[in-house]
Nanobody
Framework: QLQASGGGLVQTGDSLRLSCAASGRTFSSYTMGWFRQAPGKEREFVVAISGRGGSTFYADSVKGRLTISRDNAKNTVYLQMNSLKPEDTAVYYC??????????????????WGQGTQVTVSS
């Protein structure tokens, strides 16, 4: 089970940190990803991190502004979001994959999904 939190209403240029808490004893074996879905658009990949945190992969649109990290002792993955833009407005979902690190930007790779947290960036 995945529980995302930390969303909110912010202004352009502000920062937010999203968290995703996972249950279970095998969290460190999961690739974790963040996706987002804006109104009327497809759910899109944002970033992923490997089980022990040694590998990350970012969508081009967020490179340099968003940073993913994880704390396996707390079963939690984080998404630090800086220099937010109105186009970052979306529901953000965390996801977990039990598969090896490959094709991590594809939704079908992920086995478990959180409920989503709303991020709204006003201009």
């Amino acid at each position: 089970q995945l529980q995302a939190s930390g969303g909110g209403l912010v202004q352009t240029g502000d920062s937010l940190r999203l968290s995703c808490a996972a249950s279970g004893r095998t969290f460190s074996s999961y690739t974790m990803g963040w996706f987002r879905q804006a109104p009327g658009k497809e759910r899109e990949f944002v970033v992923a991190i490997s089980g022990r945190g040694g590998s990350t992969f970012y969508a081009d649109s967020v490179k340099g502004r968003l940073t993913i990290s994880r704390d396996n002792a707390k079963n939690t993955v984080y998404l630090q979001m800086n220099s937010l833009k109105p186009e970052d407005t979306a529901v953000y979902y965390c996801a977990a994959s039990t598969k090896t690190w490959a094709n991590v930007s594809a939704r079908e790779v992920y086995d478990y999904w959180g409920q989503g947290t709303q991020v709204t960036v006003s201009s």
